[in-house]
């Protein structure tokens, strides 16, 4: 098995859902702080910063003097969407690798609930940016393709992945049902975590029952909107030895970008990026799904789970409904997946969900939600509508 | 087929000004690849399969599949509230390429993957007319 390239020694969360009346500067701020305190380091010893904002792009380049952050290797400001938090863990090793830095702070927040009672579906919806290009809603539509959405009613990021979760169940009947399975799983693992915003267990018959958003999805088919910041720190394998706590070591990286040519033949909706990393990822270590202990997927739906599984092998394409819905993912489970609650019943940072999921079990600092055996913990990130995709394995040991 | 709707009417801008043109004229534009034959969606401006930029107009038949479809229930834009549910779907024509559009005179419940569709044009203005689709018998 090869040798780490990196590691994570420092994780910094905080307060997370309805945190109203602060910045997404000072909640990433906060986040950095208390990875640096965690990992038992001093704001000098930090000398790289990957900054990634969410939907509210409440932070920016400007975190480094807002934070104090002061002669700097390594700076920047990265969005790949939701497969960004991996992407900088990534960027973060191949600079400790190479000497550029010796301790990256790879940060995310974002602040898209704006005030108590406000509607976080308009945060997320592109509602006020549709109304303003059509004027305040009287029918003049934006100039061109952007026009012709807005007048098919094509708003927002929940069609584009209900369209994708329809297809997949027409082109190999998978239920609403399976997908309920996943949302009950990480609800399951939910109530272990104190962090998690929903903690009442809940049921399929809940999930049928919760009200559609856009069919085929149900309310408890979506991701939680969230306000907070996460922050790791990334270090070397020889530094992280030194580490006070102990470290999340990054045995492999990957990316896998598809493409869509919204053509015939194209499996854009039934399938991710994840077919082009897999090869990368496993191929670094030698492995296969088989050898995967703990999967940390990205889950803005509860579809991206299942596809994301069928992508990584862990059972063949089309038959992620049949594999989720024994449980199998939940407590227990021989595959346990989004053991936090993921961003559906825990959080929704981007791609920090699962990355601080995966940073505390393979730490080893789950509590009563710690798995057993954690040597490979698979974390995922998805962006766009399954447009962009990278992945991280994390490892208790450096090799 | 004429309607006054309460949803934005779309603005034609050069890349897309041909696209409407057509289809206040009653024909469905797709882009083609001059360069490799390549049928493409018509917002496309280079063609995936050999990078070639001149690409130009070609007439579809109109005629296509239902590839996907979502009904939507959440009202994101204020034109909409009294519209949903309302359903959106991706349309594979018989040529190749797919395109956003929406179903029309079909109930939501009754749309199935797979479900031969035609286009119908709708007129929102003097200028614009935008393609929706039918359902049609199997041929
Ligand atoms: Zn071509």
Request: aromatic share 6%; with cysteine.
């Amino acid at each position: 098995m090869a040798q780490a390239k990196a590691a994570i020694v420092g994780l910094g969360i905080t307060e997370m859902g309805k945190v109203f009346g602060r910045s997404g500067t000072s909640l990433a701020i906060e986040a950095i702080n208390l990875a640096l305190e965690d990992a038992g380091l001093k704001k000098d010893d930090l000398d790289g910063l990957l900054i990634n904002a969410g939907i509210s792009n409440s932070i920016g380049l400007g975190l480094q003097n807002a934070g104090g952050f002061k002669g700097l290797r390594l700076l920047n400001h990265m969005n790949a969407a939701g497969s960004t938090a991996c992407q900088m863990v990534q960027y973060a090793s191949m600079a400790v690798q190479n000497g550029m830095a010796n301790y990256v702070a790879c940060v995310f927040a974002d602040t898209p609930l704006a005030a108590p009672g406000a509607s976080s579906g308009a945060a997320y919806g592109g509602a006020a940016r549709a109304a303003a290009a059509s004027g305040n809603g009287r029918p003049a539509g934006p100039p061109g393709w952007a026009g012709l959405n807005a007048h098919y009613g094509y708003f927002g990021v929940n069609i584009g992945y209900a369209m994708a979760a329809r297809r997949h169940m027409a082109e190999f009947g998978t239920t609403s049902e399976q997908f309920g399975a996943i949302a009950v799983a990480e609800r399951d693992w939910a109530v272990m975590n104190d962090r998690a915003q929903m903690r009442t267990p809940i049921t399929i018959e809940d999930h049928q029952a919760s009200r559609f958003i856009v069919e085929p999805l149900h309310l408890l088919d979506c991701c939680l909107v969230s306000n907070g910041a996460v922050a790791v720190i990334v270090t070397s394998v020889e530094r992280a030895a030194d580490a006070k706590a102990s470290p999340a070591y990054v045995l492999a990286m990957a990316q896998g970008h598809p493409g869509d040519s919204r053509s015939a033949g194209d499996p854009h909706e039934v399938s991710t990026g994840a077919v082009i990393a897999r090869e990368t990822l496993y191929g670094q270590l030698g492995i296969t799904a088989k050898d995967i202990d703990i999967c940390e997927l990205y889950d803005c739906y509860t579809y991206t789970v299942l596809v994301t599984l069928e992508d990584y092998g862990f059972c063949a394409k089309g038959e992620g409904g049949a594999f989720v819905e024994d449980g199998k993912l939940g407590p227990g489970g021989s595959l346990p997946t989004n053991t936090g609650g993921g961003e559906l019943s825990a959080f929704y940072m981007w791609g920090m969900t699962p990355m601080s999921e995966g940073v505390i079990q393979a730490r080893g600092g789950g509590g009563q939600r710690q798995v057993a055996k954690n040597d490979l913990v698979l974390v995922t990130g998805n962006g766009g509508i399954l447009d962009y995709h990278a992945s991280i394995i994390l490892s208790p040991r450096p090799a | 087929m004429t309607t006054t709707t309460n949803r934005p009417i779309p603005t034609p801008d050069e890349r897309s000004a041909e696209f409407f043109r057509a289809a206040k004229e009653g024909r469905l534009l797709i882009k083609r690849c001059s360069n490799c034959g390549r049928n493409l969606a018509p917002q496309r401006e280079a063609c995936d399969a050999c990078t070639s930029e001149a690409l130009e107009w070609a007439e579809a038949s109109g005629r296509g599949v239902v590839y996907s479809f979502v009904v939507m229930h959440q009202v994101l834009h204020p034109s909409f509230k009294d519209e949903v549910p309302y359903n959106v779907a991706l349309v594979e024509l018989d040529e190749g390429p797919r395109i956003i559009s929406n179903l029309v005179g079909v109930a939501n419940s009754d749309i199935r993957v797979g479900a031969r569709v035609e286009a119908v044009f709708e007129d929102l203005s003097e200028e614009v007319a935008v393609p929706k689709f039918r359902t049609v018998a199997a041929d």
